[in-house]
């Protein structure tokens, strides 16, 4: 899946706090399968253009 396009923009991503995700950073999400899941979601959601 090539959510960001580019390496840099994504791992920036990863590092900043995400409105869709409670303005929690992704990669602290990323530490449970509750968070993982929550991110794997965004990431879909944002793939295809679904924000709420």
Same mark, same amino acid.
């Given at each position: ?16 706090? @995400?409105?869709?995700?409670?303005? &929690? ?6 530490? =449970?399968?509750?968070?993982?899941? @929550?991110?794997?979601?965004?990431? &879909? ?6 924000? =709420?």
């Amino acid at each position: 899946m090539s959510v960001f396009g580019q390496y840099s923009i994504a791992q920036r991503w990863l590092i900043e706090p @995400a409105l869709g995700l409670g303005h &929690v950073t992704p990669c602290v999400l990323l530490s =449970t399968p509750t968070g993982f899941e @929550a991110v794997h979601d965004y990431l &879909v959601r944002l793939q295809y253009g679904v924000y =709420t």
